[in-house]
């Protein structure tokens, strides 16, 4: 894991915003965008997100795990004001799970606990669109930071992982 | 949901001109067929019907928007776009900008030194998202995300498409004055390649749709379910 020290203003954004949208691209270099609910890993700087494994993202990204994460604040009044993060890595799919299964692995376990704190209303009970899918398979997808840009209107702050 | 009334239309306004091509080389059979009355009178009416028709039918076509109402709402309200594109090396990068939309187009105004423009310098294939979040019901957002090419428009472009290009400036104005105010007041603080002045410091882009995909509702992710 590199040591380096992300702005605290960095992790706020990661840490509190509820949208994030991943691009990823097809064989054809074609550029695909969603809108994700996603944890941000403080420790390993990863940043984490379920997707289902049929999904446009999951296929492209087998063919090309580079991906880019972008977060952000808006503010509709001033354009100074506007934040946000882009991330740019690789995506590691991790192995897919039945929407019904039982999770032995602790590590899968802990992640979907930190979505559900983060994200108290996506609970089963609550989700409006849950029994339109009754049956699913998602996998785990970790996108691993190879660059994060900061921005805060026109200023900018870059933090590179693969510098030494 | 996959739309493709737009690529249909397209292909429709294409026909029509071909069809308009076929009554102009009727003219070069006017001549020929001077010699019979009938034969020119047929002739005169075809040329006359088709060009009127496909006339009439490519400037009705030109006027359908040819999004469904639904996108055109979120054209419409949505306040920020997402800009997806891509290096040679098949890099993305993604990041948000405000745009407007002309009835027929995406436009955003972006940085000449910015990464996205070197990415559609080297690969002109965009993606563009718009989304609207409902801050009560994470799970009841909408979206709708373009993919197409980038349309950079250059001084020629600019010239060319002067009054259309005029009409996308005065869209921004009525969109967004709070940031016009902004810009206005504060722009000259800032460094010459984010200010607003054309050509110098900012190009404009427009989004040449080829495919279109609408979503509500996001799909949901299972949450504990232990044993």
Not at chain 2, 20 to 33: E, H, N, V
Request: net charge positive; with cysteine; aromatic share 12%.
């Amino acid at each position: 894991m590199n040591k380096k020290e992300l702005p605290p203003e960095m992790v706020e954004i990661l840490r509190d915003s509820h949208f994030a949208y991943l691009c990823t691209t097809d064989q054809s270099n074609q550029s695909h965008i969603t809108p994700m609910f996603f944890v941000f890993d403080e420790e390993t700087r990863d940043i984490l997100v379920f997707t289902h494994t049929e999904s446009k993202k999951i296929k492209n990204i087998r063919v090309n795990p580079k991906v880019c994460l972008t977060v952000d604040v808006r503010d509709p009044q001033n354009p100074f004001e506007n934040i946000g993060v882009m991330v740019q890595g690789e995506a590691v799919v991790e192995s897919p799970v039945d929407s019904f299964s039982i999770i032995e692995d602790e590590e899968l376990m802990r992640i979907y606990k930190e979505f559900s704190k983060k994200y108290p209303v996506l609970s089963e009970a609550q989700s409006p669109t849950r029994l339109k899918y009754p049956e699913f398979t998602e996998a785990l997808v970790r996108v691993r930071a190879n660059k994060m840009v900061y921005w805060k209107g026109p200023h900018f702050v870059t933090v590179n992982f693969t510098e030494q | 949901m996959r739309y493709t009334a737009y690529e249909e239309l397209r292909t429709l306004k294409r026909l029509d001109l071909i069809n308009l091509s076929f009554g102009a080389i009727t003219l070069l059979f006017y001549p020929l067929a001077s010699i019979d009355l009938v034969f020119f009178g047929g002739l005169l009416l075809y040329s006359a019907g088709i060009s009127l028709f496909s006339a009439i039918s490519f400037i009705t076509i030109g006027r359908i928007p040819g999004f469904p109402q639904e996108i055109i709402w979120l054209l419409n309200e949505g306040r920020f776009g997402y800009v997806g594109t891509s290096d040679k090396e098949m890099t993305p990068h993604l990041t948000p900008v405000i745009f407007v939309f002309d009835a027929h187009r995406i436009f955003f105004v972006i940085s000449k030194i910015s990464k996205k423009l070197q990415n559609m310098r080297e690969n002109e294939k965009i993606s563009f998202l718009v989304d609207m979040r409902d801050p009560n019901n994470l799970y009841n957002n909408r979206a709708v995300l373009f993919m197409g090419k980038a349309k950079v428009y250059g001084l020629l472009d600019a010239i060319l498409n002067i009054f259309r290009l005029l009409k996308v400036r005065s869209i921004f104005h009525e969109k967004y004055p709070e940031y016009v105010y902004k810009y206005k007041t504060e722009g000259k603080l800032l460094p010459l390649a984010w200010r607003t002045t054309l050509f110098i410091s900012r190009i404009i882009v427009g989004v040449e749709v080829e495919q279109m995909i609408y979503w509500r509702e996001a799909r949901p992710i299972r949450l504990p379910l232990k044993g």
